[in-house]
């Protein structure tokens, strides 16, 4: 027994099963250890995994947002680096520029090129505008994977959501020197043809130095020409500048990465102009029939310095994150319907004339996909409405569309 004081005073004994002398080894209350049982142990655990799975969809959540803020902001970026642009050359770059300063060996040039003097990247210009062998620009963004200016990945170029901005082995899964990627593309109208001009339209950076037809293509960015905030009668605000386009990594039958090559086809019904009949090749989110997926110059499509349209442009013809067809796979013809596409759920960032950031949903209305987006003067003329909806709106320029996207 041992003894243990009350708080009056008083001794109380208590058993002891196990005494070493006058110590109380086992059996006191003092001395009794609790542990937890198996069933509480699982409680515990049950509890943890339940809040882990609460938080997990929270966190991810959070950094996708965070994700998108900073999409969202390249695009601010870009859109206020083009409206410097404009100001300071009076005119804002042509999309795809094929005799840039008087290189006759058309060097195809981005508009994201001449931006980069208002990106902060003037020490990249001027390298790239020195170019080797006395040409500006060359080699050009296709040609040669030796050309560092080409190769340089530029952040304001890359929306982090996309996981091929952060992957170099993505980009490079075709070729070890791939071109420095890009996520955005340049609104070219809701025509399928980016049409080039026949004879050398030197860009001087000025206005007055463009020769080229502003009255063939009706999106903001063209070929060889840039336009004046005047040209875009349908106002800044309302139309479209730049959006989202994915990186292209090699994706050979699943939409919205596959890239659908018809062949050099260009008869009728065409998927490359009717965006219902495009849509037709589409089974379960994969391109399915007879024809072929591109697969021409794969390691510069996503190039951020190359302007053709298959690297450079989108077509507001199909809605956002729908599929691309090429008419031929070969880039420099810049023939088909090139949509616009992104990883963020349901839509794509866009940044309109005046450098607003609006967010577009796939179910933008699009209006009659069964239109033909033909580059023909009977399907299409400068003033005309786009028969693509509110989507078509935002791509053409000087359509007097009263369509607006809220």
Not at 214 to 232: E, H, I, P, W
Not at 375 to 390: E, N
Request: charged letters at 15%; aromatic letters at 10%.
């Amino acid at each position: 027994m041992i003894s243990k004081q009350s708080r009056r005073g008083a001794a109380i004994s208590m058993p002891c099963r196990l005494a070493v002398g006058s110590r109380c080894l086992i059996g006191s209350s003092s001395s009794r250890r609790h542990g937890f049982t198996l069933v509480e142990l699982l409680v515990v655990i049950a509890i943890i995994g339940t809040l882990v799975g609460l938080l997990l969809p929270a966190v991810q959540s959070a950094r996708e947002s965070a994700r998108r803020s900073t999409c969202q902001n390249n695009l601010r970026q870009i859109g206020l680096a083009l409206a410097n642009h404009e100001s300071a050359k009076r005119s804002m770059p042509p999309m795809c520029d094929f005799f840039a300063a008087g290189n006759t060996s058309f060097p195809h040039i981005s508009s994201f090129v001449y931006l980069l003097p208002f990106l902060e990247e003037q020490d990249l210009y001027n390298r790239a505008v020195t170019g080797t062998g006395g040409l500006a620009f060359v080699p050009i963004p296709c040609d040669s994977a030796s050309f560092t200016p080409w190769q340089t990945w530029l952040k304001q170029f890359l929306c982090v959501s996309d996981p091929a901005a952060s992957s170099k082995a993505m980009v490079n899964n075709k070729h070890a020197n791939a071109r420095g990627p890009s996520s955005y593309a340049a609104n070219r109208g809701d025509w399928w043809w980016c049409p080039s001009s026949t004879s050398p339209s030197v860009y001087t950076g000025n206005h007055a130095g463009f020769s080229s037809d502003k009255s063939s293509y009706r999106g903001m960015f063209g070929t060889n020409t840039g336009l004046q905030a005047k040209d875009v009668t349908d106002g800044m605000s309302f139309t479209m500048a730049y959006t989202e386009k994915r990186i292209y990594t090699g994706e050979r039958s699943r939409v919205p990465d596959a890239i659908w090559n018809n062949g050099n086809n260009s008869s009728d019904p065409n998927p490359c102009s009717t965006p219902s009949v495009l849509a037709s090749k589409v089974v379960d989110g994969q391109f399915s029939g007879t024809g072929a997926v591109a697969y021409g110059w794969e390691h510069c499509w996503s190039s951020w310095a190359s302007g053709s349209s298959i690297h450079h442009g989108i077509s507001t013809v199909v809605p956002p994150n729908g599929p691309t067809c090429d008419l031929n796979g070969v880039p420099v013809w810049s023939i088909g319907l090139h949509t616009a596409g992104s990883y963020h759920q349901g839509g794509v960032f866009a940044v309109m004339g005046d450098g607003a950031v609006r967010f577009v949903t796939d179910t933008v209305d699009a209006g009659n996909q069964s239109a033909k987006a033909d580059y023909h003067p009977w399907y299409f003329k400068l003033d005309w409405q786009s028969p693509f909806g509110v989507w078509g709106a935002m791509g053409s320029r000087c359509g007097g569309e009263t369509a607006r996207y809220e």
